[in-house]
């Protein structure tokens, strides 16, 4: 009898073996630095372990961020011993400046294997001097157990565009850089991708021309169309937060109801997505602690083996 109970443990552990889902957070956590040269970067030990409390509860498998200037800032909020954490290419050229920095990056819990391949630097676009002026998108192939390789990108767009039709030296470039990654998406379009950040643009809104644009950059592909989901269209914005004005030298609060951090998906893993939401910080705790003006976004799929 108990070697019949056993042998229908072990069979149950066989059957039953773990199957690991995966949930994604993306959080401009705006100015995140140990610098001081940055009003609104300027953060307590109180503040940090705010920031790091929210994170803990998230509890994401994967975090695209932005806004972050260094690992030793980003470890004030996200546990070293539970995550790995991929920089930007740009962190090498710049983390020598006396000044901070707005870096993308991805941290990843750790055991998952990750490839590490060059960044998406098309994104950033020439400047004056022909040398990249705009963040540069991080690029890392995650697999997650049990599961196929995910192709990931944390970007962080151009501001000054996020509803304008107009032209303008802001739109021209965010423009551009919708293009570049509808180009990426093209040559990624047979894998499983998923693209987060801070947009910078209100894509959300009906038909919006940025949006419709990138979506039909990409069904112009004729050899094989790739389709992308945006997962957070629906999601409910309300995020109160504080800004710092410098011409009254006051932090003032307000409130954000239209969402520019987003997560899309290829239609693969929009098949496997449950749901997806905005965290909305607590009143006292905007009012209390530096937090960021971003909330972060998350979204979560179940799993689906290889």
């Not at 109180?46 to 998230?58: N, R, T």
């Not at 996020?162 to 739109?171: D, E, I, L, P």
């Not at 749901?275 to 607590?282: D, K, P």
Request: proline share 5%.
């Amino acid at each position: 009898m108990v070697l019949r109970v056993l042998g229908l443990l072990v069979l149950v552990g066989i059957f039953s073996a773990p199957s690991y889902g995966l949930t994604v957070a993306t959080w401009n956590f705006e100015w995140l630095t140990l610098k001081d040269d940055q009003r609104a970067g300027i953060r307590h030990q109180d503040d940090y372990q705010q920031l790091s409390s929210i994170f803990v509860q998230l509890a994401p498998d994967v975090l695209a961020f932005q806004e972050v200037d260094s690992p030793e800032a980003l470890a004030r909020v996200v546990p070293a011993e539970d995550y790995t954490v991929y920089f930007s290419d740009r962190y090498a050229e710049l983390k020598a400046r006396s000044q901070s920095q707005q870096l993308t990056g991805i941290a990843v819990r750790k055991g998952w294997k990750v490839e590490d391949p060059n960044d998406l630097r098309q994104i950033a676009l020439p400047g004056f001097f022909g040398v990249p002026s705009l963040r540069y998108g991080t690029y890392l192939v995650v697999t997650p157990p049990n599961q196929a390789p995910i192709h990931i990108l944390s970007i962080h767009l151009k501001s000054g565009c996020f509803k304008q039709t107009q032209a303008s030296r802001s739109c021209n470039k965010l423009r551009k850089q919708f293009s570049a990654l509808a180009d990426w998406v093209i040559a990624h379009g047979d894998k499983n991708i998923l693209i987060a950040g801070d947009f910078n643009r209100y894509i959300s809104d009906k038909q919006d021309p940025y949006w419709q644009q990138f979506r039909q950059a990409l069904l112009e592909n004729t050899s094989a169309p790739p389709d992308i989901v945006n997962v957070t269209q629906s999601v409910r914005a309300r995020c109160k937060a504080r800004r710092y004005n410098w011409r009254t030298q006051t932090w003032n609060q307000v409130m954000y109801s239209r969402l520019v951090d987003h997560i899309l998906v290829s239609e693969s893993l929009a098949s496997r997505w449950q749901y997806s939401f905005q965290h909305h910080f607590a009143y006292h705790k905007v009012m209390n602690y530096r937090l960021s003006d971003h909330c972060p976004v998350v979204a979560t799929f179940k799993a689906n083996e290889r």
